[in-house]
Nanobody, 122 residues
Framework: QVQLVESGGGSVQSGGSLRLSCAAS?????IAWFRQAPGKAREAVAT???????NYSDSVKGRFTVSQDNDKNTLYLQMNSLNADDTGLYYC???????????????????WGQGAQVTVSS
């Protein structure tokens, strides 16, 4: 059983920064950050394989950084240079089956956190 709890969302002006946290428990082979903007499909922002490999979407590459604190079983998403297109509900999600690479489709993830709202105003 995997439990995921996000925290750290909020409102920020364009150009600002926020950090999201995802406290995770249970065995997971991939963990990912997704976001969903109003009226849009849920998209993968970053995926983290249990081997440590991290992949970012092109839209956030160079601005967002994933890090982990293994002692706290917590995954972080540092978001810099935020703009209005980054507004949405952010989720962390986990896959509990062993895969060689992490998927990017939401339907491939079987555990989800409750979501954290990020609002960027211009």
């Amino acid at each position: 059983q995997v439990q995921l709890v996000e925290s750290g969302g909020g409102s920020v002006q364009s150009g600002g920064s926020l950090r999201l946290s995802c406290a995770a428990s249970g065995v997971r082979y991939c963990i990912a950050w997704f976001r969903q903007a109003p009226g849009k499909a849920r998209e993968a922002v970053a995926t983290v394989h249990f081997t440590g490999s991290v992949n970012y979407s092109d839209s956030v590459k160079g601005r967002f950084t994933v890090s982990q604190d293994n002692d706290k079983n917590t995954l972080y998403l540092q978001m810099n240079s935020l703009n209005a297109d980054d507004t949405g509900l952010y989720y962390c999600a986990a896959v509990t089956r062993l895969l060689t690479t992490c998927p990017r489709r939401p339907t491939d993830y079987n555990y989800w956190g409750q979501g954290a709202q990020v609002t960027v105003s211009s």
